[in-house]
């Protein structure tokens, strides 16, 4: 053990506390005795522990502990973990008692497995989550350097092939050498495949309809062998070529024809014998074909849309028709057309995810969008609080505008074990949905059940919405299901409802415990004119038994393959039964606000005979409306693109007279043309390099005045979004970069964030692009000469080469010696305080310290043992005289300490030589009385004869003469014993003062 001080020249200061020490001890004429010691040495000892915590008093040990951190390559191309958490196990096993150790593993990201301590390497494997579609080595290095403290002997081994893509390793192992901590390397070699990769795949960036390009494959073998190539165009195999492949580079060419206008993706798939790896057979390219406007018609029922078609034929406007169920669910999918209609399609069709991607697609890519009414769409749908609804110009949500019959809903929802998690969730958003459409003057209910109904809510007037919302997102998930209970409660309780019409929702996913029961229940609904729809959510569902109900008590039944859309049907429901939202009278539309549209209304309009009512939104523009007034078209701007509202059918039911008028064609092209984007050639040319995981965007302005300001909005296939800020390097080139974490297709879109819609921003006049991450850089073949990186990084460290036969050597290196420290300053702090209250209590208390240490050490055994030897050795027969001198022995005993506490010489006088002034004997004129304590020497008088009363003539009696006492006598010394008594009284009473 050592000694250490972190500022030893303040030691300095012991040299004037001696001296100042010696000072005190000398010249302090306030104490006497060993109280002057105790309390010069107590301060002087305080002063030098303060001075020892100023100086940074340490003691240290020399220490030779190891410190490692093993760092496991997590990534795809590291196919085989066990080898390497085997030799990991091993090598820790060889750690000494103090050697500290840690694992930590990486991908893209770094994750620490173990923390860095004496415990042993656990015998488990790697259990952390990081994306093994990368490898972030210079993470995994800064994360591993982080868990050391400042010692020595800090290493990390690295076990890894050396295929990093993401980061800088070697800037990062520079950093860790400035700190003094190598790198050992462990290579994994993994097995050679025979294996071919699409490297690269190019497509000219822009077409135009009919015009022929050439497709570029570059594809890399490490074998020879046959194969086909095949290309595809959104999915569909557009063409398709035998190929021979040789070891190494191999470039095909093929042509194609670029014939349909819009965003397309194309791809380029390799099929090999003998390849043994296929998740880099396929590279994808993104071109956008420019001529006609496509539009994609989504029709509610098949075969309705016929009068749209040939409107939009006779506008030369390319089409598509669909059924909902046929909806992408790719972004980039609807990145391929101008504008999207939906005619007379139920939410309940459109899955969440649908919804939510054309929202997007209308909001950041300026895609069309229009809505054509029916008694399947807007309020009638369930597209209430829905993404759909968001963009449309108009609300479902019917705003006081007429006389709503007052609706009495109970909801009946399936809590059972297996409706946990997503489903239970949605379930109670679709509820909540439904509250929200209702009346204050509705009444409510929700009984979830399992095995048994438990009431939710109680029927009651929907005067406090939050607090039914409340409850119901209280729901829990337990038990089995029995249906029958919860809907024999449910009608029970809408019996005593007041409304005019009353209504039950049932939804379940399961099977119910009893299936009988229920005529005597459907007669009593219909009695009672109670409607009851059914939701089957999966396939699990007891469909028969929900369908019986649903049609023995005049509802509807729903089949729920795609839960999103559990909500939609709810609101959907809550519409229906409403029965407000449909208007079915014949009107004449009034022109409101038309616009650029006027000219086709010059002549008049033609009548329509019932539309679904709506809300027009604030900053909506309404062209039509009716006598109500609800909008008939209304249209707006939402984000970067346009939507229309068109209330009333097309079909002929409602707009019999409208599509039989001869303007009919030209106005619906008209109004669809209105929602496609509404960019100009496009000024900017963007070009794409992908690196790693980090997409670097350089966007040149071409022919137009650059902004100051220039954005670019990333949208992936989960359709999650991301803003990349493009910094002006020059004049009209921007550069800007941004990190994926995973392969794919990615739309790209430029915006001005200072543009005229404020925070929004505005599009920067270009229409979307993309690009693509074909597959994970894991993947890629290695180059034929590839970097030793690993041996690269233990040469700049001072690291070592590790073999994968001799594990143990990991922790065989020759160790340094370090100091561990202990720091004393709370321990000195505590010292001088404590030492500080004795000095006080050594200067302030009166208290016999002398009789106390007397005590203590009377206490001891010796002593004890002292003692019954004397008393042993006494001689019995002791005179009581002898008893008595004992007695005044201590008396004097005592009266001496206290004398010499409170300053008096030991002979009874104070300092300064003055007598003490107490006692009989101090009084002037008094006369002197013998003592009644004689000496042990003196002889004891004769007793008196008697008192003798003096007569009045009698003289008085001289005074008694003493005999002279011995030079001996303590009596003489202290005076008499009446004297000393006195003298003794009063310094205890000084003591008490």
């Given at each position: 053990?050592?000694?250490?001080?972190?500022?030893?020249?303040?030691?300095?200061?012991?040299?004037?506390?001696?001296?100042?020490?010696?000072?005190a001890y000398?010249?302090?004429?306030?104490?006497?005795?060993?109280r002057r010691?105790?309390?010069?040495?107590?301060?002087t000892?305080i002063?030098?522990?303060?001075?020892?915590?100023?100086?940074?008093f340490?003691?240290?040990?020399?220490?030779?502990?190891k410190e490692?951190?093993?760092l496991a390559?997590?990534s795809?191309?590291?196919m085989d973990?066990?080898?390497v958490?085997?030799?990991i196990?091993?090598?820790?096993a060889?750690?000494?008692?103090?050697?500290?150790?840690g694992t930590?593993?990486v991908g893209?990201?770094?994750?620490?497995?173990?923390?860095l301590?004496?415990?042993?390497?656990?015998?488990?494997?790697?259990?952390?989550?990081?994306?093994s579609?990368f490898?972030?080595?210079?993470?995994?290095?800064?994360?591993?350097g982080s868990?050391f403290?400042?010692?020595?002997?800090?290493?990390?081994?690295?076990?890894?092939?050396?295929?990093?893509?993401?980061?800088?390793v070697?800037?990062?192992a520079?950093?860790?050498?400035?700190?003094?901590?190598?790198i050992?390397?462990l290579?994994?070699?993994?097995?050679?495949?025979n294996?071919?990769?699409?490297?690269?795949?190019?497509?000219?960036?822009?077409?135009?309809?009919?015009?022929?390009?050439a497709?570029?494959?570059?594809?890399?073998s490490?074998f020879?062998?046959?194969?086909?190539?095949?290309?595809?165009?959104d999915n569909?195999?557009?063409?398709?070529?035998?190929?021979?492949?040789?070891?190494g580079?191999?470039?095909?060419?093929?042509?194609?024809l670029?014939?349909?206008?819009?965003?397309?993706r194309?791809r380029?798939?390799?099929f090999?014998?003998?390849?043994?790896?296929?998740a880099n057979?396929?590279?994808?390219?993104?071109?956008?074909v420019?001529g006609s406007?496509?539009?994609?018609?989504?029709?509610?029922?098949?075969?309705?849309?016929?009068?749209?078609?040939?409107?939009?034929?006779?506008?030369?406007?390319?089409h598509?028709?669909?059924?909902?169920?046929m909806?992408?669910?790719?972004?980039v999918?609807?990145?391929?057309?101008?504008?999207?209609?939906?005619?007379?399609?139920?939410?309940e069709?459109?899955?969440?995810?649908?919804?939510?991607?054309?929202?997007?697609a209308?909001?950041?890519y300026?895609?069309?969008f229009?809505?054509i009414g029916?008694?399947e769409?807007?309020?009638?749908?369930?597209?209430?609080?829905?993404?759909?609804?968001?963009?449309l110009?108009?609300s479902?949500?019917?705003?006081?505008k007429?006389e709503?019959p007052?609706l009495?809903?109970?909801l009946?929802i399936d809590?059972?074990?297996?409706?946990?998690?997503?489903?239970?969730?949605?379930?109670?958003?679709s509820?909540?949905?439904?509250v929200e459409?209702l009346?204050?003057?509705?009444?409510v209910?929700?009984?979830a059940?399992d095995?048994?109904?438990?009431w939710?809510?109680e029927?009651?007037k929907?005067?406090?919405?939050?607090?039914?919302?409340?409850?119901?997102?209280s729901?829990?998930?337990?038990?089995?299901?029995?249906?029958?209970?919860?809907?024999?409660?449910?009608?029970?309780?809408?019996?005593?409802?007041?409304?005019?019409?009353?209504?039950?929702i049932l939804l379940t996913?399961?099977?119910?415990?009893?299936?009988?029961?229920?005529?005597?229940?459907?007669?009593?609904?219909?009695?009672?004119?109670?409607?009851?729809?059914t939701v089957?959510?999966?396939?699990d569902?007891d469909?028969?038994l929900?369908q019986?109900?649903?049609?023995?008590?005049k509802?509807?039944?729903?089949?729920?393959?795609d839960?999103?859309?559990?909500?939609?049907?709810?609101?959907?429901?809550?519409?229906?039964?409403?029965?407000?939202y449909?208007?079915?009278?014949p009107?004449?539309?009034?022109i409101?606000?038309?616009?650029?549209?006027?000219g086709?209304?010059q002549?008049?309009?033609?009548?329509?005979?019932?539309?679904v009512?709506?809300?027009?939104?604030m900053?909506?523009?309404?062209?039509l409306?009716s006598?109500?007034?609800d909008?008939l078209?209304?249209?707006w701007?939402?984000?970067?693109?346009?939507?229309?509202?068109?209330t009333?059918d097309?079909?002929?039911?409602?707009?019999r007279?409208?599509?039989?008028?001869?303007?009919?064609?030209?106005?619906?092209a008209?109004?669809?043309?209105?929602?496609?984007p509404?960019?100009?050639?496009?000024?900017y040319?963007v070009?794409?390099?992908?690196?790693?995981?980090?997409?670097?965007?350089?966007?040149?302005a071409?022919?137009a005045?650059a902004?100051?300001?220039?954005?670019?909005?990333?949208s992936?296939?989960?359709?999650?979004?991301?803003?990349?800020?493009l910094?002006q390097?020059?004049?009209?080139v921007?550069?800007?970069?941004?990190?994926?974490?995973?392969?794919?297709?990615?739309l790209?879109?430029?915006?001005?964030?200072?543009?005229?819609?404020?925070d929004?921003?505005?599009m920067?006049g270009?229409?979307?692009?993309?690009?693509?991450?074909p597959y994970?850089?894991e993947?890629?073949?290695?180059?034929?000469e590839?970097?030793d990186?690993?041996?690269a990084?233990?040469e700049?460290?001072?690291?070592?080469v590790?073999?994968w036969?001799?594990?143990?050597?990991?922790?065989?290196?020759?160790?340094?010696?370090?100091?561990?420290?202990?720091?004393w300053?709370?321990p000195l702090?505590?010292?001088?305080?404590?030492?500080?209250l004795?000095d006080?209590?050594?200067?302030?208390?009166?208290?016999?310290?002398?009789?106390?240490?007397?005590?203590?050490?009377?206490?001891?055994?010796?002593?004890r043992?002292?003692?019954?030897l004397?008393?042993?050795?006494a001689?019995?027969?002791?005179?009581?005289?002898?008893?008595?001198?004992a007695?005044?022995?201590?008396?004097?005993?005592?009266k001496?300490?206290?004398?010499?506490?409170?300053g008096?010489d030991?002979?009874?006088?104070e300092?300064?030589?003055?007598p003490?002034?107490?006692?009989p004997a101090?009084q002037?004129?008094?006369?002197?009385?013998?003592s009644?304590?004689m000496s042990?020497t003196?002889k004891?008088?004769?007793?008196?004869?008697g008192?003798?009363?003096p007569?009045?003539?009698?003289?008085?009696?001289?005074?008694?003469?003493?005999?002279?006492?011995d030079?001996?006598?303590?009596?003489?010394?202290?005076g008499?014993?009446?004297?000393?008594l006195?003298?003794?009284?009063?310094?205890k009473?000084?003591?008490?003062?």
């Amino acid at each position: 053990m050592g000694v250490q001080f972190d500022h030893p020249w303040v030691l300095l200061l012991l040299l004037p506390l001696a001296i100042g020490a010696f000072y005190a001890y000398r010249t302090d004429f306030r104490l006497k005795g060993s109280r002057r010691k105790w309390a010069v040495g107590l301060r002087t000892t305080i002063i030098a522990l303060l001075v020892l915590v100023l100086a940074g008093f340490h003691t240290f040990t020399l220490v030779k502990d190891k410190e490692i951190i093993f760092l496991a390559d997590r990534s795809a191309s590291m196919m085989d973990q066990d080898p390497v958490w085997d030799w990991i196990n091993k090598a820790g096993a060889e750690k000494g008692p103090e050697d500290r150790v840690g694992t930590v593993a990486v991908g893209l990201e770094a994750a620490v497995e173990k923390n860095l301590d004496t415990a042993p390497v656990s015998g488990g494997r790697s259990e952390a989550a990081v994306n093994s579609g990368f490898t972030n080595l210079a993470g995994g290095l800064q994360l591993a350097g982080s868990q050391f403290g400042g010692g020595e002997n800090r290493r990390i081994v690295l076990i890894s092939d050396g295929e990093n893509n993401v980061g800088n390793v070697l800037t990062e192992a520079a950093m860790l050498k400035e700190r003094g901590i190598a790198i050992d390397v462990l290579k994994a070699v993994p097995p050679e495949l025979n294996d071919a990769a699409v490297e690269a795949f190019h497509v000219p960036e822009k077409l135009y309809r009919a015009e022929a390009f050439a497709f570029e494959v570059l594809i890399r073998s490490t074998f020879a062998g046959a194969g086909e190539l095949r290309l595809y165009e959104d999915n569909r195999e557009i063409g398709r070529q035998n190929i021979t492949l040789e070891r190494g580079e191999n470039l095909f060419s093929l042509q194609g024809l670029a014939k349909e206008p819009g965003l397309h993706r194309y791809r380029a798939e390799i099929f090999l014998d003998g390849d043994e790896q296929s998740a880099n057979n396929a590279s994808y390219a993104i071109t956008r074909v420019t001529g006609s406007p496509k539009v994609l018609i989504v029709e509610g029922k098949q075969g309705t849309s016929s009068n749209l078609k040939n409107a939009l034929a006779s506008g030369l406007i390319d089409h598509t028709v669909i059924g909902p169920g046929m909806l992408p669910s790719e972004l980039v999918k609807y990145a391929g057309y101008d504008s999207i209609l939906f005619n007379n399609v139920s939410g309940e069709q459109v899955g969440g995810k649908q919804m939510d991607l054309i929202e997007q697609a209308v909001r950041s890519y300026g895609i069309g969008f229009m809505m054509i009414g029916g008694e399947e769409s807007f309020g009638m749908g369930g597209y209430f609080k829905t993404p759909i609804e968001k963009l449309l110009p108009v609300s479902m949500e019917l705003e006081g505008k007429r006389e709503i019959p007052s609706l009495g809903l109970i909801l009946v929802i399936d809590r059972s074990g297996s409706m946990g998690g997503d489903k239970l969730k949605l379930a109670q958003e679709s509820a909540i949905r439904t509250v929200e459409l209702l009346r204050p003057k509705d009444t409510v209910g929700v009984v979830a059940f399992d095995d048994q109904p438990w009431w939710v809510v109680e029927p009651q007037k929907l005067d406090d919405k939050d607090g039914v919302i409340a409850k119901i997102n209280s729901i829990p998930s337990a038990g089995g299901t029995n249906i029958f209970p919860a809907v024999s409660a449910a009608t029970e309780e809408i019996l005593n409802v007041q409304a005019q019409r009353k209504h039950i929702i049932l939804l379940t996913d399961g099977q119910s415990a009893v299936n009988s029961g229920y005529d005597d229940l459907l007669k009593t609904m219909t009695d009672g004119k109670i409607t009851m729809s059914t939701v089957a959510v999966g396939d699990d569902a007891d469909v028969n038994l929900l369908q019986s109900l649903a049609a023995g008590a005049k509802g509807r039944y729903y089949l729920v393959k795609d839960a999103t859309t559990l909500p939609a049907i709810f609101s959907r429901e809550a519409a229906v039964i409403a029965r407000t939202y449909i208007v079915d009278k014949p009107f004449v539309p009034a022109i409101v606000q038309p616009g650029d549209w006027s000219g086709w209304f010059q002549d008049g309009l033609p009548s329509i005979y019932g539309y679904v009512a709506a809300t027009p939104k604030m900053t909506a523009q309404t062209v039509l409306s009716s006598p109500e007034p609800d909008p008939l078209l209304a249209r707006w701007q939402y984000g970067s693109g346009r939507t229309v509202a068109w209330t009333s059918d097309l079909t002929g039911k409602w707009s019999r007279d409208f599509v039989k008028w001869s303007r009919f064609p030209g106005l619906f092209a008209d109004m669809v043309k209105w929602t496609f984007p509404q960019f100009a050639a496009s000024p900017y040319e963007v070009n794409t390099t992908v690196n790693g995981n980090e997409v670097t965007f350089e966007v040149t302005a071409e022919g137009a005045e650059a902004p100051e300001e220039l954005e670019a909005l990333v949208s992936g296939e989960d359709g999650g979004e991301e803003r990349v800020p493009l910094t002006q390097v020059s004049p009209g080139v921007y550069e800007g970069s941004m990190a994926v974490r995973s392969s794919g297709s990615f739309l790209l879109q430029l915006r001005n964030p200072s543009g005229a819609d404020g925070d929004e921003g505005e599009m920067a006049g270009m229409q979307g692009t993309g690009f693509v991450i074909p597959y994970s850089p894991e993947y890629r073949l290695p180059p034929a000469e590839p970097e030793d990186t690993l041996q690269a990084l233990a040469e700049l460290t001072g690291g070592r080469v590790l073999d994968w036969n001799k594990p143990e050597a990991a922790f065989q290196f020759t160790a340094q010696p370090t100091r561990s420290l202990r720091g004393w300053e709370r321990p000195l702090l505590a010292a001088a305080l404590l030492l500080w209250l004795a000095d006080v209590a050594v200067r302030r208390l009166a208290l016999p310290w002398g009789r106390m240490a007397e005590a203590i050490a009377a206490a001891m055994p010796w002593r004890r043992r002292a003692r019954a030897l004397a008393a042993a050795a006494a001689q019995p027969g002791a005179s009581a005289g002898a008893a008595a001198d004992a007695g005044l022995a201590r008396l004097a005993a005592r009266k001496s300490r206290a004398a010499a506490f409170y300053g008096a010489d030991g002979d009874g006088t104070e300092r300064g030589g003055m007598p003490p002034a107490s006692g009989p004997a101090a009084q002037p004129g008094a006369a002197p009385t013998a003592s009644p304590t004689m000496s042990p020497t003196a002889k004891p008088s004769p007793p008196s004869a008697g008192p003798q009363a003096p007569g009045p003539s009698s003289p008085p009696s001289p005074p008694r003469e003493t005999a002279e006492p011995d030079q001996n006598d303590t009596s003489s010394q202290g005076g008499t014993g009446s004297d000393r008594l006195g003298r003794l009284l009063d310094a205890k009473r000084r003591g008490r003062r």
